[in-house]
């Protein structure tokens, strides 16, 4: 009989003999996907099976038949290696490292919530930047040994795949996944049954979820699933897809993301018996519910023998939250209508605690504010003590966004700092790249901070590495090109060309990202003709490999991708321009290495912070990109090329026109001919560039790769940015979360006392006026004045206050740059509640000098004088 198809279809996972049975703990374990020994293992057991069960150690057990595991577990060097895999694991899980050396001091244990985790291209839970940051924080926390666990969602069909239709319109498919074929385990109770947390929802229906785990190395990963049978049909589909659905949809995803993610954290340490979170990291607004959550259980009588007030738990919660925007634009952020979320909060989701101050923690209560919405990055901001942005131009960005939160204040004096965001070198960095560093110089000097002995290797095996790198690209590349182009309809006797696309000698430029608008996709097509003369340069071409997806409801991004498809669709330039489909996690393993240029042209200041460019430079490509996000501070002149902006209010098609135009200048006058060594001819009859005369190498060109890698090597790893966090982050959260919870929550509940006194009281402070003595009528540097501020201080005490004298450069419209602070600690009352400041101010510039008074709330608790938005000025 025929036509028959399975109602039911699952995995049925392998027994290994016990002689190798380590191969099953060291597969699902994901360290392999950035631990080569340990790839390598696998890859020498079949190499054949490897290749075809596309480098997944659980599928390529899973495809061994009984005989050849048997083979296997009688070879005794197989076994050996095994064993050998199974200790370095056991060794890395256990031994001390970074974080340990740290003391007690140190957080013990950090929860990072993130709706997406982009770890190895068997998880497929990730949609872009977001995600592959999330995996690379995960992967250096445990290279660090820093107590982490990940909190995210498990997607039953990940984020979308991409192919093309013949006119080059974006096509989605959603395959689904088998999570009992994925490395992870269903977090069970004690006698054996699966865990399952609830959240009550509107209507009297309850959203259920399983706990699955994935280990990151050292790092455990729960990832919530609905997909269960106690739900109903919508429930069982809230974790369908990333980022898919409609308002309601997305919402309870966030919930469950949230307040679900709080729950499981409860149920793993319970049974795992390991210490709870000290700390919650909020990897952007998504996951922001958790804070609810966390001041439900302060609230709740059932689980508290001392339940806290709504302003208690408020302030317990903060100490011990941080929270990260990688927003740099109000669109990229999730609001949902006010009414939406009252509809939830209204039932059994959150009881005890009062809905219209969840209401007020997502208020755009701001000039410019919708009041119709609820904000999930400003309830991230106001449930945190501690944010940042994800670079140091991103910081500026993200405080003029949200300085509606601190009316009043400078934009340098919001409370919102950065981490320059970095990648996981053993992750993005070639292996034969890893490897020659590994034979040179003995010891993992990638994984170190010093990254100079670059400049003991010969330019001749640098420009050798290189094109080894740009050649593994080029023939996956044609293979990629020729499956996406059968895929729109064409034949394999069409197809011939395929085979010659790209040159391993010609100098390689790459483009990869999403495609929202801002990324500017096809800025390079802005004058096809210029475009055309660079590919087809008799001298130094250029070929240029592009990848990206756009999101389904991006009509805008899609329409991008079919214009700059139909371009390379061209036969006068296919073999130098392709667009190859479905860009993740495998296809950038060959493609960043692999290029010599990376290119970034988003409209500036948009691009939060971009690690793509930061993943080139580890394998020696340069960067060529918009003075945005990370290249803003880490481009030094020596490390690529800085595309030039247009000035601020000049119209889209004028400045679009203006970066095209200076991109295309670079490319012609200083990229092409330098790779190409400035000295270039061309062989009588040649089909491409030669190389430079008498074999002699582009030398500028090569210093500058050896200065990418030593400099920019250390400062883009993920390890320097996550040492960052516990030092400047973690750290002071788990101190200020301890002090919180000291003497049942005492300090808590005396400075939420003072801050719901200090804010209704803050209207009546004033500064009646400012007067200075002291001052000759020509003063002179190193000369003090006296500054006295008279000041009305109403139900509040001068304890209460911190009244301060800002001085610096006045300019003609009296602004202060350079500026200094200094307080005016002497205190005399002269009638109730007025008082006067004083201090001594010493001059210490020349020039226009001036100074002004400000008047911020004072106490031990606040991580930031500026935290609670009040603010008097003179």
């Known amino acids: 009989m025929t036509g028959m198809k399975a109602i039911r279809r699952f995995t049925v996972r392998t027994t290994v003999p016990a002689q190798i049975s380590a191969l099953t703990s060291l597969a699902t374990n994901l360290r392999w996907s950035w631990h080569l020994p340990t790839r390598n293992l696998f890859e020498s057991l079949n190499p054949e099976l490897w290749e075809k069960s596309r480098f997944d150690p659980l599928s390529m057990l899973s495809a061994l038949s009984r005989e050849q595991l048997q083979l296997l577990a009688h070879d005794p060097d197989v076994v050996a290696r095994v064993d050998s895999a199974q200790a370095s694991l056991d060794c890395y899980l256990n031994e001390p490292r970074w974080y340990q050396e740290l003391g007690a001091e140190a957080p013990q244990s950090i929860a990072y919530f993130s709706p997406e985790f982009g770890i190895a291209d068997v998880l497929p839970q990730y949609s872009g930047g977001l995600g592959i940051l999330a995996g690379d924080h995960l992967k250096s926390a445990s290279d660090l040994g820093v107590p982490l666990i990940g909190v995210g969602l498990l997607y039953q069909a990940g984020y979308f795949k991409q192919s093309l239709s013949k006119d080059a319109w974006q096509q989605e498919t959603y395959p689904l996944l088998d999570p009992d074929a994925l490395p992870l385990t269903l977090l069970r109770e004690d006698d054996g049954a699966p865990v399952l947390i609830s959240l009550p929802l509107p209507d009297n229906r309850t959203l259920h979820a399983h706990i699955w785990r994935a280990d990151v190395g050292r790092v455990p990963l729960l990832l919530l699933d609905s997909n269960v049978a106690e739900n109903d049909d919508a429930a069982r589909g809230v974790t369908d897809r990333l980022y898919g659905g409609g308002g309601d949809h997305r919402l309870t995803q966030e919930l469950l993301l949230g307040m679900g993610g709080v729950k499981a954290l409860r149920v793993y340490a319970r049974l795992t018996g390991t210490a709870a979170p000290e700390v919650f990291h909020t990897n952007e607004g998504h996951a922001g519910f958790l804070g609810i959550e966390r001041i439900r259980e302060l609230m709740d009588p059932a689980l508290t023998e001392h339940p806290l007030s709504w302003s208690e738990a408020l302030a317990a919660g903060r100490a011990s939250t941080v929270f990260t925007t990688h927003t740099p634009v109000p669109a990229g952020i999730d609001r949902f209508p006010r009414s939406m979320i009252e509809h939830f909060f209204a039932g059994k989701l959150a009881p005890g605690v009062p809905v219209h101050q969840i209401l007020a923690l997502g208020a755009e209560n701001y000039d410019g504010g919708d009041s119709d919405v609820f904000n999930m990055a400003v309830m991230g901001l106001r449930l945190a003590q501690r944010a940042n942005g994800v670079a140091k131009l991103h910081g500026v960005v993200s405080r003029g966004m949200f300085s509606g939160l601190w009316p009043g204040f400078d934009h340098e004096d919001i409370p919102i700092t950065s981490v320059t965001n970095g990648v996981h070198v053993p992750t993005w960095v070639d292996p034969a790249l890893a490897e ?354 008279h000041i009305t201080l109403g139900q509040l005490r001068p304890e209460d206050v911190n009244v301060t004298v800002v001085y610096g450069t006045a300019s003609d419209s009296d602004e202060l740059t350079a500026t200094r602070s200094l307080s005016l600690d002497s205190v005399q009352e002269y009638g109730p509640g007025r008082y006067q400041f004083t201090t001594e101010l010493v001059i210490d510039r020349s020039g226009n000098f001036g100074y002004g008074v400000q008047i911020l709330p004072k106490h031990g608790a606040l991580a930031n004088p500026a935290e609670l938005g009040l603010i008097t000025t003179a």
Request: charged content about 25%; overall charge negative; aromatic content about 8%.
């Open 436 to 789: 020659l560093a590994r034979e040179r110089f003995g010891a993992e000097v990638l994984d170190g901070p010093d990254w100079s002995k670059v400049y003991d290797v010969t330019d001749e095996e640098v420009w050798a590495m290189r094109r080894r790198l740009r050649a593994a690209l080029v023939s996956d590349a044609r293979r990629r090109l020729r499956a996406s182009w059968k895929k729109r309809g064409a034949a394999d006797a069409q197809l011939a060309w395929t085979d010659s696309a790209l040159d391993p000698d010609v100098l390689t430029i790459g483009f990869a990202r999403r495609v929202p608008t801002y990324k500017r996709l096809t800025l390079m097509l802005r004058d096809p003709a210029r475009l055309k003369a660079l590919l087809l340069h008799p001298e130094h071409p250029i070929q240029i490999i592009i990848a990206g997806k756009s999101h389904p409801a991006d009509d805008a991004g899609k329409k991008m991708i079919q214009d700059l498809v139909q371009f390379t669709d061209d036969p006068e330039v296919r073999h130098r321009i392709v667009f190859l489909p479905n860009y993740d996690i495998a296809m950038a393993r060959t493609l960043f290495p692999g290029c010599d240029v990376w290119l970034n042209n988003p409209l500036r200041p948009l691009e939060a912070c971009g690690t793509s460019g930061m993943k080139a430079a580890i394998n020696g490509s340069l960067n060529l990109s918009v003075m945005d996000g990370w290249w803003d501070e880490l481009y030094d002149g020596e490390n690529g090329w800085a595309i030039p902006t247009a000035n601020t209010g000049t119209s889209e098609e004028e400045r679009d026109d203006i970066e095209a135009g200076a991109l295309y200048e670079l490319l012609e006058t200083q990229v092409a001919p330098r790779f190409y060594g400035e000295v270039v001819t061309m062989d009588a009859g040649a089909a491409g560039p030669s190389q430079p005369h008498d074999g002699a190498l582009p030398a500028h060109w090569i210093s500058m790769i050896k200065h990418t890698l030593a400099h920019l090597g250390p400062a883009v790893s993920a390890n320097r940015m996550v040492a960052e966090y516990v030092q400047r982050l973690y750290q002071p959260a788990a101190e200020a979360g301890r002090l919180a919870r000291a003497n049942d929550y005492a300090a808590t509940k005396e400075f939420a006392a003072w801050i719901d006194n200090v804010r209704p009281a803050w209207g009546g402070v004033h500064i009646e006026h400012v007067e200075s003595h002291g001052l000759n009528d020509e003063p002179q540097i190193g000369e003090s004045l006296q500054v006295r501020a």
